[in-house]
């Protein structure tokens, strides 16, 4: 484990349904990201939350939802999604003024149909 | 637009040999330059990374390059072993912590 837990791992939905996808550190970092991985495509970013306060939105279809009530916790509220929706989501987390770097989670694999 | 382009998209070495991935960026803002290794089913993992005020770093037997003028910088893994099997990125990233990834390197190291 990084530190970083995302749940579920896996999760299929209709694109009428509503889910939200979790993630959870304790490492003690004050950024979290949202991050979409498509195969053969670069990683793009989607939210960025900085001290708990959304600093990003990389104009990211409002079907995406993020949520961040403290500096340990970030979801992605997903609804009315679209086949092409279906990716990796990663979520990552680091601590400002360092050179730690990003840890990810593992990620929740999406499938929409 | 892609900020930071990266090639090859895959490369198979046998092991003990040398994987070489190449990346390339225009903004030059940048001043953070790591690279990540992805296992299937995991995320990505710091690998190592690099500041432009140094031409090489070393980890062990993973090697970053980087040429500043020519806005270029690369990974070397040196006596490639099959546990290196894995997709690499590189990323660029400047003062506002926001990195972003080349496509990725799937690199197989056959036995």
């Known amino acids: 484990e990084t530190g970083v837990t995302q749940t579920p791992r896996h999760l299929v939905m209709g694109m009428t349904n509503k889910k939200s996808l979790k993630c959870e550190q304790h490492?003690?970092?004050?950024?979290m990201y949202w991050y979409k991985q498509s195969a053969k495509k670069p990683l793009e970013l989607m939210f960025v939350y900085n001290f708990k306060e959304q600093t990003e939105n990389n104009s990211v279809p409002s079907r995406f939802s993020p949520e961040c009530p403290n500096s340990s916790h970030l979801f992605l509220h997903l609804h009315t999604l679209q086949p092409e929706d279906s990716a990796l989501y990663l979520c990552?987390?680091?601590?400002?003024?360092?050179?730690?770097?990003?840890?990810f989670g593992s990620g929740t694999r999406l499938t929409v149909v | 637009q892609q900020q930071v382009k990266q090639s090859p998209q895959s490369l198979i070495v046998q092991k003990g040999g040398i994987s070489i991935i190449n990346c390339a960026y225009e903004?030059?803002?940048?001043?953070?330059f790591p690279w990540y290794q992805q296992f299937p089913g995991k995320g990505p993992a710091l690998l190592i990374a690099?500041?432009?005020?140094?031409s090489e770093k070393k980890e062990g037997r993973f090697t970053i390059s980087f040429n500043k003028s020519a806005k270029q910088f690369s990974l070397h893994i040196m006596d490639s072993q099959p546990g290196d099997s894995a997709t690499y990125f590189c990323?660029?990233?400047?003062?506002?912590?926001?990195?972003?990834f080349g496509a990725g390197t799937t690199v197989t190291v056959r036995a």
């Open positions: 903004n030059t803002a940048f001043d953070y």
């Open positions: 990552a987390s680091t601590l400002l003024g360092t050179e730690k770097g990003y840890t």
């Open positions: 490492l003690g970092h004050n950024a």
């Open positions: 690099i500041r432009p005020d140094v």
């Open positions: 990323a660029a990233g400047s003062n506002d912590y926001k990195l972003s």
